[in-house]
């Protein structure tokens, strides 16, 4: 938001009233300065990072990509891959592959029941907004947890564009995550 009232200051925009200012945006899109580096793609919304000289999970917040095929492990029962896991597991790797320099920026809650890392994930390089470009493009539902609620407008409104476009997941599965 911060980025389209500048763009109104500026005149960039022309006539901007309220309602466009209050608009969801992404932020700009400009390099940013990393502080992870990918090292793993584990499925579409988790990553492994090295942080410091340290692996750590992250988990992509504000989102949910259908899950992949697991095997079962102990008492865990194994599962089949939800529709259009294996295309957004794909996607993410396409985004953010293995040597990626990322920047993370937390919400309120820094990790999750499983000790992962909840981070909102941005490429390095030129700033694309990867939990975005997940929904956006149609390879993830939006997903927000209280409190870490930042960017629900945002994600919620990616969603909605995504499916009347039939993008993705919205045209290749009869009922999506998160729906």
């Given at each position: 938001m911060r980025f389209v009232l500048l763009l109104c200051v500026a005149g960039v925009l022309g006539a901007c009233d309220s309602d466009d200012a209050a608009?969801?945006?992404?932020?700009p899109r400009t390099a940013l300065e990393a502080n992870a580096v990918v090292d793993r793609i584990v499925d579409g919304d988790t990553v492994d990072v090295i942080i410091d000289g340290t692996e750590d999970r992250v988990r992509l917040i504000g989102i949910d990509t259908p899950e992949i095929a697991?095997?079962?492990?102990?008492?865990?029962?194994?599962?089949?891959?939800?529709?259009?896991a294996d295309d957004a597991?794909?996607?993410t790797r396409s985004l953010i592959d293995v040597g990626t320099p990322v920047r993370l920026e937390r919400d309120t809650v820094g990790r999750d029941d499983y000790g992962r890392l909840l981070a909102y994930v941005y490429r390095a390089d030129d700033g694309v907004f990867v939990n975005y470009e997940l929904v956006r493009q149609g390879y993830a539902t939006p997903l927000s947890i209280a409190p870490n609620t930042t960017f629900a407008d945002l994600?919620?409104?990616a969603a909605r564009r995504a499916e009347q476009d039939g993008a993705g997941l919205w045209s290749a599965c009869a009922?999506?995550?998160g729906r």
């Open positions: 608009a969801p945006t992404t932020p697991h095997a079962s492990s102990g008492d865990r029962p194994g599962n089949d891959a939800e529709c259009f597991h794909e996607f994600m919620v409104d009922a999506p995550s």
